[in-house]
């Protein structure tokens, strides 16, 4: 094939089978919402919805995250691309001055040489040396252009696709709000008294006075359980997707020092019970804001902490995996997405989960029960 043509070829063909790593990843993330809006058109039907809806947002909630991401690396390698192309803009008009001086040469004055045969013979022996390298050069311009031209076409496509997984997400969760609400075949240990629940919230000023008095809020006994999670100690899921901003005993931002950990998340992310366990107390409590408390084996408590909304109601026993409630904040409106799509540090993670665990009524290192690390 002749080396001009490969160039010209090369510059303009349309390659959309031949996807690079960044590009990749958002279009693999595009996938994943399209499957999660097709999970959320399916979930009306499946006979556990609340399940259902719970991994179709949970299925939103990891596209939408892929593609923060995918966008972010390619608008990096899009800029790296371009920088590198302006600083060789000199070298590729060489390139292709010398390919096409190549090309439109006629044959018979390429084989006259002033030394006469021998030195024609020697000329295209170096040529046939020079002409891969200069192939190989007009091959890996012509794949940066062709980058750099689907980096951009992936991200001003990205507006559509954020617009409808963001809509998709906030659907599935307002379904799901209204599924928990119907949801009637759970099993309950107790039943909570408000009056009494009342009285204990006025009447304690610390979560440990609240957790140590839990056994008074239900108008009669708390039937018993030999529920156990032991084998599972330090191996259990945190109940979020989010990053360790603090472990037990460090103290915040505000100065305050607490023996549990907090996870910083992104708004609306759902949060899980990431066993099965009897819900103990959902609410408002002290400067906690709302939390819920969740008890997944006797003498044992999870209270996770500055939930917007919160799900389910005390005494039932819920399965793992079921919702208990929502992180607060507003979803980022597309713009913003698309604008900070460079920045990779986690600031996107704008709410704060506090999560303390309690075992016989003393908190404990919350790391000696959730398995966790930097990126949970």
Known sequence: MRLAAIVICLLVAAQGNAQTGPSQAALEAAQMLEQASISLTQADSARDRVRA???????????????????????????????????????????????????????????????????????????????PGLNAKAEVLAKDLQEVQTLRALQQNASETLTEGLSGVQDARTRLSEAIADRTDLPRRFVEDPVRTAILISSTETLDGFASGLSEISEGEIAQTDASISDRKGNVPLPVQGILLHGAGETDAAGVTRPGLVLGTRPRSLVISPTAATIRYRGPLLDLGNLVILEPQPGLLFVFSGLQEVYGAPGQVIPEGTPVGLMPGEMPEIGAILSTSSDGTGTDRSETLYIEVRQENSPVDPESWFRTDKDG
């Open 53 to 131: 809806l719970t991994e179709t947002i949970q299925a939103y909630e990891a596209g939408l995250a892929a593609m923060r991401d995918g966008l972010r690396k390619a608008a990096t390698r899009e800029a790296q691309l371009t920088a590198e192309l302006r600083a060789r803009e000199k070298d590729v008009a060489q390139l292709l001055g010398v390919l096409q001086t190549i090309e439109t040469t006629a044959p018979p004055v390429l084989m006259l040489h002033p030394s006469g045969p021998l030195g024609a013979a020697r000329t295209g022996m170096m040529l046939s040396e020079v002409t």
